[in-house]
């Protein structure tokens, strides 16, 4: 089992570009998120499936948006890509969302110019 | 606003002693709790969990939870260099959501 995986691993982007980030779990997970991490600072929420077919949004929702495309896949996009979104974007599951143990993906480290 | 909060650190520890780090919570309907660590440059990674009061324990890991004073520890016995790492608290904050704290740095020193 791979786990929680996550394309790309790194990614430069200038302002204004646009980019999706794709994730995918195999461990039969109900639930998906988003998050992003800057140093210095705690993981913060971006969006969130607590179940196919539905999405939500975290503390950090502006500039994003999401699909679960599957049970398995759930992407970010980034539409119009700003400095403030350089950072390291972390993809998770849970099995099921009241306990929510989550496990990560390896992430993929963005910089936008 | 719930929150979940650690102190940054660096928090450094002989190696073969034990390492103490806390955390502390705002919300008390919380049920679960989470212990991660996170080598520099990678992913978090789940190493404990806990839902009731008291200890859990796992190989050298102990998780310690008190609901009344809402705080829980981990603590590290017998402390590698290879232990040295970020360790982020996360704790259930309701509507499918992890409240994650900002990490404790942990440094063993051989």
């Known amino acids: 089992n791979a786990g929680v995986t996550q394309t790309p691993k790194f990614q430069v982007l200038k302002t204004g570009q646009s980019m999706t980030l794709q994730c995918a779990q195999d461990?039969?997970?109900?639930?998906m998120y988003w998050y992003r991490q800057d140093p210095g600072m705690g993981l913060r929420l971006i969006y969130y499936?607590?179940?196919?077919?539905?999405?939500d949004k975290g503390e950090v929702p502006n500039g994003y948006n999401v699909s679960r495309l599957n049970k398995r896949e759930f992407s970010l996009r980034l539409e119009s890509a700003a400095p403030s979104q350089t950072s390291v974007y972390f993809c998770?599951?849970?099995?099921?969302?009241?306990?929510?143990?989550?496990?990560f993906g390896p992430g993929t480290r963005l910089t936008v110019l | 606003q719930k929150e979940v909060e650690q102190n940054s650190g660096p928090l450094s520890v002989p190696e073969g002693a034990i390492a103490s780090l806390n955390c502390t919570y705002s919300?008390?309907?919380?049920?679960?709790f989470f212990w991660y660590r996170q080598y520099s440059g990678k992913s978090p990674e789940l190493i404990m969990f806990i839902y009731s009061n008291g200890d859990k324990e796992d190989g050298r890991f102990t998780a310690q939870l008190n609901k009344a004073s809402q705080y829980v520890s981990l603590l590290i016995r017998d402390s590698q260099p290879s232990d040295s790492a970020t360790y982020l608290c996360a704790v259930n904050g309701g509507n499918y959501q992890l409240i994650w704290g900002a990490g404790t740095k942990l440094i063993i020193k051989p």
């Open positions: 998770a599951s849970s099995e099921l969302a009241d306990y929510n143990e989550q496990f």
């Open positions: 919300d008390r309907g919380s049920q679960s």
């Open positions: 461990m039969n997970h109900n639930s």
């Open positions: 499936s607590a179940s196919e077919g539905t999405t």
